[in-house]
């Protein structure tokens, strides 16, 4: 079965550390990989995406992620974390074969302590 | 160029009515895509329209419904509500289907007593 996997649900990093989240995905089509970033009240802003090509994928706001596919894993990565950033973090699968609906992790909500 | 609204942004029914939910995709987006976001289930997939016919459904009940106008605009219906159909709704717009990116409005937050 088609499933997407956060499995942190929540993290806290000190401002100015780096950050990674984690997202691991079980897709039998290629997949096609999303981050979006929610914060409270607010509709899900997309940070980035991989279709194909380069595997490490550069997004807005500093944000970065890396296809593996011999892992399954399209972790999120940040070097340096902003108080702004705290936030609710999804990670999203789409493919041909569930007609390119989105399949969304549960989600990681992040805190950023000073 | 203006994102994807949605109204009302705020809805309370009770148990047994019904509510219609409307969003305005993004100039020239062609594609709408309906998502369902509960603490417990997370975000669910509810259907996609793509001119004015649904091109995919998830697993919901026949009470979910929606439509599409030719001007791309989508609205939603939900009947005979339940305390369980209180979720934020959100809608999605993009250009055409496939991998072109789903952009998100702000959703409405419908609260069912």
């Known amino acids: 079965a088609q499933s997407v996997t956060q499995p942190d649900i929540h993290i806290t990093v000190s401002e100015g550390a780096s950050l990674e989240l984690r997202c691991n995905y079980s897709?039998?089509?290629?997949?096609?990989l999303f981050w979006y970033v929610q914060s409270p009240g607010q509709g899900l802003q997309l940070l980035l995406k991989y279709f194909s090509g380069d595997t490490l994928v550069q997004g807005i706001k500093g944000f970065e992620a890396e296809f593996k596919r011999s892992q399954s894993s399209f972790n999120l990565r940040k070097p340096s974390v902003h108080w702004s950033d705290a936030a609710e973090y999804f990670c999203a699968v789409g493919a041909i074969d569930s007609g390119y609906a989105l399949n969304f992790g549960k989600g990681t909500s992040l805190l950023v302590t000073p | 160029k203006a994102g994807v609204t949605q109204t009302p942004r705020y809805l309370i029914k009770t148990r047994g009515q019904q509510v219609t939910l409307s969003c305005s995709p993004i100039?020239?987006?062609?594609?709408v895509s309906w998502y369902q976001q509960t603490p417990g289930q997370g975000l669910q997939f509810l259907f996609e329209?793509?001119?004015?016919?649904?091109?995919n459904k998830g697993n919901f009940p026949g009470r979910f419904s929606g439509r599409q106008f030719s001007n791309s605009r989508s609205e939603m219906n939900v009947s005979t509500l339940e305390l369980g159909d209180s979720a934020l709704y959100l809608c999605?717009?993009?250009?055409?289907?496939?991998?072109?990116?789903?952009?998100f409005g702000p959703g409405t937050r419908l609260t069912v007593l």
């Open positions: 100039s020239g987006h062609r594609s």
């Open positions: 329209y793509f001119s004015e016919t649904q091109r």
């Open positions: 999605a717009s993009s250009l055409a289907r496939g991998t072109d990116t789903q952009y």
């Open positions: 897709y039998g089509a290629t997949p096609y």
